[in-house]
């Protein structure tokens, strides 16, 4: 079966200091994979995606950026945050083509500024 | 860029009542997916149903059923015999086929005893 890891699932991390989330997917290949943002009480804003190893669409300018080094990981990274970066991290991975199109997501990861 | 619009930002039902979530989108395309997802405190995304654009009947599981007006672009959830369980976040999300996935803003909706 297929299962996604996220982590880490909590992180603390001070303005102006790098950042690299991972997430991977075990159980198929080739997927879509996704990061999406969610700030406190809201939707989900998809930051990236990305269709094959290599292929990186990104849906919001900003300071974040994105890779995909192997068909089942994708990282999430940033040089240097800010406060305004602080939210929920939720990757996410769909079948491309075939299959019912739906997301599966991992567990999230909050993300605090300070 | 497709756009997903969910207009009740809070909704409350009694248990064991009846509760509709409304969600309309904007597309151009005619094959696509739709879906909706629940968000419990936990924070774990769970997806509840889905609807494939091609089909005309309505997707139904369990307790929770869709109205589905591809005419009017227009994707409502109801759910039936509202549980305290119930209570979360739902999401209305919308996928062309291999591409991403669009989420609306959301419905936080309380199940009262």
């Known amino acids: 079966s297929q299962t996604i890891h996220q982590w880490p699932a909590t992180l603390v991390q001070p303005v102006g200091s790098p950042l690299s989330l991972e997430c991977t997917v075990e159980g198929t290949s080739n997927p879509n994979l996704y990061w999406y943002r969610q700030a406190a009480g809201r939707g989900l804003q998809l930051l990236f995606y990305s269709v094959g190893i290599g292929q990186i669409s990104s849906e919001v300018p900003q300071n974040l950026s994105a890779s995909r080094p192997q068909d089942r990981q994708f990282i999430l990274s940033s040089k240097k945050l800010l406060l305004s970066d602080s939210g929920f991290y939720l990757c996410?991975?769909?079948?491309?083509?075939?299959?019912?199109?739906?997301?599966?997501f991992g567990q999230g990861t909050r993300l605090t500024v300070v | 860029a497709q756009t997903v619009t969910q207009s009740q930002p809070e909704m409350s039902v009694q248990e064991a009542e009846t509760v509709t979530l409304s969600c309309t989108y904007d597309t151009s395309e005619s094959n696509y997916y739709l879906f909706w997802y629940k968000q419990p405190p936990s924070r774990q995304m769970i997806l509840v149903i889905r609807q494939e654009a091609y089909k005309q009947q309505n997707a139904t599981e369990n307790r929770f059923s869709v109205n589905f007006q591809k005419a009017a672009k227009s994707f409502s959830l109801k759910i039936s015999d509202s549980q305290l369980g119930d209570t979360a976040m739902y999401f209305c999300?919308?996928?062309?086929?291999?591409?991403?996935?669009?989420f609306g803003a959301g419905t936080r909706l309380t199940v009262k005893p």
């Open positions: 996410a991975w769909s079948s491309i083509g075939g299959g019912m199109g739906e997301a599966f």
């Open positions: 999300a919308f996928m062309k086929q291999g591409n991403d996935m669009r």
